[in-house]
Structures are given as C-alpha cells and as structure tokens.
C-alpha cells in the first residue's frame, strides 16, 4: 500500500475512533469516518497479540492488505477506515479473509456497486 492511503499514527486511529462510525463480523471490525478534505480513501490495521504470534498475525495484516488492493477501484473515496481482526480470522485463508471484509465493506457501502457487463 501507499503511504497516502496508510494510517499509521496513533493520534489519527483514536481520531477514528472517537468520531467515527463501526460495524462487526465475526471476523472483522471496521470504524470508519468520512474525511470531506481528502480525495482518496485510507486504511490503517489493527492485529492484537491475542490473536498469535507475529507470525499469524503478519499473516493477516499481508492478508487484509491484499485484499484491500485487489478492491480499491470499488472502495468509496474520502473515508478512513481502521481494520481490526478478531479472533477467528486465525484460522482463516485468504479467501475467507477477503469475502469477511467484503462483507463488512459492503454493508456500510463503502464498496462501489460491481459494474457487470
């Protein structure tokens, strides 16, 4: 990912937090907020140490992070959004991975409608 489409510093996460809006699965939490002063969307990762070791929990960052970039041409512009894993993604791949966030995404309509030909 790009550094501009990161979040990375603690005061902009609790920022999120605070402010903004969240939905859950059982694999995944997401909060996200609407920011009217930028043009593109960013992401930032949150894996506890309750879920592993930092094996695992890599294994979910590069997880979500993948997926995050196979969806960002249909991910709404102008929102932070901070991923947390839970733990069941543990003994998730990456296809589970990615439909769970799919999920959560597209039911607070952060995702674009999929354009069929």
């Known amino acids: 990912m790009k550094k501009i489409f990161r979040i990375k510093d603690n ?3 609790q920022y999120v937090f605070k402010h903004g809006k969240s939905f ?3 694999q995944l939490v997401i909060y996200y907020i609407k920011r009217s002063d930028q043009d593109h969307f960013r992401v930032g990762l949150s894996v506890g140490k309750k879920i592993g070791n930092a094996v695992t929990r890599n294994r979910i960052k590069r997880y979500l992070r993948q997926s995050l970039h196979e969806l960002d041409e249909r991910m709404q512009l102008g ?3 901070v991923v947390i894993a839970r733990q069941p993604t543990k003994q998730m791949n990456f296809h589970e991975v990615k439909k769970s966030l799919i999920h959560v995404l597209s039911k ?3 995702l674009k409608k ?3 030909m």
Request: glycine share 0%; proline share 0%.
């Open 11 to 13: 005061k902009e996460f």
């Open 24 to 26: 859950a699965n059982r």
């Open 79 to 81: 929102y932070d959004i």
């Open 108 to 110: 607070e309509r952060l």
């Open 114 to 116: 999929k354009k069929f």
